[in-house]
């Protein structure tokens, strides 16, 4: 196993969630009040920090926890879930078996060239690498998650929403029992979940490296070290000051 993870492991962790992860309003490292220096003891370590128990960030915790790395989650409500349990639960990925068994032929070339398309009109949303990343192990991950009952759908029949993709390849999740599957199979694999945890600032060393988190639980801080990273999948629409 590698030491460090990598950015591009780092989006293929958050797997179905990446594009949450990587286009969610992140702390800015610029702003003072965003991060801290070390503390001279840690509370908490794990090799991996989850900030954040939707759909990105529980999918993110299982897949880091199959690669073998301690895991912690962190989540600001008093149950996860996030901003997906009031979310329509539509989800685009491919290809997939559920594709395959209705006639739907779908590629990752497709999904990258549909997502680039339909954003050319903001070029804050074009990052390429991270479009790419998305386009080649949505697919994947969405049958790993399948595979360990971890995806429920309301509507079996794969769909599209009105001209955004150029194939069939919406999936309607019931975002309930989803988001439910997800938590029992964290439970199962002892990764510790802690809510009503408010991640307030990242943590970083002397020199400017992340190393962990800063959180506020029941009124005191309490500082999350992370041996290998930091996962960001917060923000979401809640942040939009719209």
């Known amino acids: 196993m590698k030491k460090e993870l990598t950015r591009r492991d780092i989006l293929k962790v958050a797997g179905i969630g990446g594009v949450s992860l990587a286009l969610a309003p992140m702390l800015r490292l610029d702003n003072a009040n965003a991060a801290v220096a070390e503390p001279k003891k840690w509370n908490k370590t794990a090799d991996v920090i989850v900030v954040g128990g939707g759909l990105a960030g529980l999918t993110a915790s299982l897949s880091a926890k199959k690669e073998k790395v301690s895991v912690i989650l962190l989540e600001k409500a008093p149950a996860v879930g996030g901003s997906t349990v009031v979310s329509g639960g539509l989800l685009s990925v491919g290809p997939t078996s559920d594709q395959k068994a209705q006639g739907i032929e779908d590629s990752a070339d497709n999904i990258y060239n549909d997502l680039m398309k339909n954003n050319s009109e903001d070029p804050r949303m074009?990052?390429?690498?991270?479009?790419?990343a998305y386009a080649d192990n949505c697919g994947p991950v969405y049958?790993?998650?399948k595979g360990m009952g971890g995806i429920k759908l309301i509507i079996p029949q794969v769909?599209?929403?009105g001209g955004y993709d150029t194939t069939r390849r919406m999936m309607t999740l019931d975002v309930v029992k989803t988001v439910a599957a997800l938590?029992?199979?964290?439970d199962?694999?002892?990764?510790?979940?802690?809510?009503s945890?408010?991640?307030q600032q990242l943590v970083t060393n002397k020199e400017g490296k992340v190393s962990g988190v800063c959180a506020e639980e029941n009124g005191?801080?309490?500082?999350?070290?992370?041996?290998?990273?930091v996962i960001l999948t917060t923000g979401c629409l809640t942040a939009s000051p719209e």
């Open 197 to 199: 945890s408010h991640v």
């Open 188 to 195: 199962k694999q002892g990764i510790p979940v802690v809510t």
């Open 126 to 132: 074009l990052e390429p690498e991270i479009i790419r």
């Open 159 to 161: 769909g599209t929403l």
């Open 143 to 145: 049958e790993w998650l």
């Open 220 to 229: 005191r801080k309490v500082y999350y070290k992370a041996n290998k990273g």
């Open 183 to 186: 938590k029992e199979n964290l």
